[in-house]
């Protein structure tokens, strides 16, 4: 059974720019969540989506925005690139929605911001 | 919002013995607590999990203890090997609300 694949899984932006960031979930599971690692913070949790409907979203501004598709596949959006936004963006994938339930991490698209 | 705290940043222990690491958490309505593990270039995995109802679960070398009048949960390694040297991270979460995680603790087991 694959695991969760997140492409690409390095980056270099500069600030201003803006980026995208994909993630194909474990087959069957339905809900996509996606969290931002950076040193000392831990996981900040970004947004869940699960059926292509964002159910859950943490505390990050606007610039930061992401879609499900109905293939359960998701991206995740950064515009106007900020240096702070380098850090390892990490998508995970489960059964249910929220809490409760294992989540089964990808690798991480380390986005660095120069 | 720090809901889940892991107030020791890193953890070295010999091999051999036994390592405790610690979680905290300040929101009581947490139900299902779990525990991942992560090594350098990957993501994390999951480790071991508890819900409220238990105070105690168990899987081979890994066992998690919750007290919930303390809002504290522990993860005991024993007995440590130099394998399980990695960043470990608690979350929490309840009903379908998204989990939280700690900002995690390196253990370093050494030879």
């Known amino acids: 059974k694959a695991g969760v694949t997140q492409t690409p899984r390095y980056l270099i932006k500069t600030r201003g720019q803006q980026v995208t960031l994909s993630c194909s979930p474990i087959s069957g599971h339905r809900s996509v969540s996606w969290y931002q690692q950076t040193p000392g913070q831990g996981l900040q949790f970004l947004f869940e989506y699960f059926s292509e409907t964002q159910r859950n979203k943490g505390n990050f501004p606007g610039r930061f925005s992401g879609r499900q598709f109905s293939n359960s596949r998701s991206e995740m959006n950064v515009s106007t690139l900020e240096l702070g936004d380098s850090a390892l963006y990490l998508c995970a994938s489960s059964l249910r929605t929220g809490g409760g339930g294992e989540l089964f991490f990808g690798e991480g698209s380390r986005l660095t911001v120069l | 919002d720090q809901q889940v705290k892991q107030n020791s940043p890193s953890l070295s222990v010999q091999e051999g013995r036994i390592s405790i690491l610690n979680c905290d958490y300040t929101n009581s309505m947490f139900d299902y607590f779990l525990w991942y593990k992560k090594y350098p270039a990957e993501g994390p995995t999951f480790l071991i999990s508890i819900s409220s109802i238990k105070d105690k679960n168990e899987d081979g070398r890994f066992t998690v203890f919750l007290n919930k009048s303390a809002k504290h949960l522990s993860l005991h390694i024993v007995p440590s090997q130099p394998g399980d040297s990695a960043v470990y991270f608690c979350?929490?979460?309840?009903?379908?609300?998204?989990?939280?995680f700690g900002a995690g603790t390196r253990l370093t087991v050494k030879p």
């Open positions: 979350a929490a979460s309840y009903g379908t609300r998204n989990m939280r």
